[in-house]
């Protein structure tokens, strides 16, 4: 498969995509109050070194209109390897209510370019659990769907220390030809100290209509700007 300049550019200067990530974060902690965390999670597993960073904003306090991506990036630990990959989706939702919303936007992926999606969007957030899921289509002539889901739970022990569970899950597919495209399930169990998340992960991914499996398993880092 050939390489596009999309592809390149994010392959070639994924290290730059992240700064350029962490100075947004940084600009947009001084500039609103009040907004969900940030979490940032590192996880440098036995087999893949894996980043991940969710945002959700919303344009004003009083606004339906927000902002939402899950961006990653998984890496061996070799230079310039092929099998580096970054994925940043950039999503306008607009919230009806009762945590439903609709959205539209871009899928950027160091794979497979960019690509158009929009879909529906549930969100539900309390002390001790975060369940979002999405439903995405892909406008991109090929007919292809996601769903996404990230789901925590984390009851609290004491005053300062919590359990940290989640199941977060992706699958792609491809309606047309009837075939897997790609999925994970990524599972995380640790505890929690203030905004400090620590604990064990394992990612598996899968690959093509054959479902190649890449596990990669190893210690976790978060912390929730």
């Keep these: 498969m050939k390489t596009t300049m999309i592809q390149k550019m ?11 990530l962490i100075v ?8 609103q109050e ?8 590192i996880m440098p597993g036995h087999n893949r070194y894996f980043f991940q960073m969710v945002l959700k904003r919303q344009f004003t306090p009083e606004s339906k209109f927000g902002f939402f991506t899950v961006t990653t990036f998984t890496s061996t630990y070799e230079n310039n390897s092929p099998e580096n990959r970054i994925t940043i989706p950039v999503q306008i939702d607009y919230e009806f209510g009762k945590g439903f919303s609709a ?15 929009l879909g529906p969007k549930h969100t539900y957030v309390s002390r001790n659990i975060l369940a979002i ?9 090929k007919n292809e769907g996601q769903a996404l889901g990230i789901y925590e739970f984390k ?18 597919r491809n309606f047309e030809e009837n075939q897997h495209n790609r999925s994970y399930l990524y ?22 209509p054959n479902k190649d499996l890449v596990e990669n398993y190893g210690p976790f880092l978060r912390y929730d700007f």
């Design 10 to 20: 994010l392959l070639n200067n994924w290290k730059t995509v992240i700064l350029g």
């Design 34 to 41: 009040k907004e969900p965390s940030i979490p940032v999670e």
């Design 133 to 141: 899921t999405l439903l995405s289509y892909y406008a991109n002539g």
């Design 103 to 117: 959205f539209v936007g871009t899928r950027i992926n160091s794979f497979a370019g960019l690509t158009p999606i």
């Design 24 to 31: 947004f974060i940084s600009t947009d902690l001084f500039a």
């Design 187 to 208: 599972l995380r169990a640790g505890v929690r100290h203030g905004s400090l998340n620590f604990g064990i992960g394992a990612n598996l991914d899968r690959f093509g």
């Design 155 to 172: 009851p609290r022990l004491n005053d300062k220390w919590s359990i940290y569970t989640r199941l977060q899950f992706m699958y792609i």
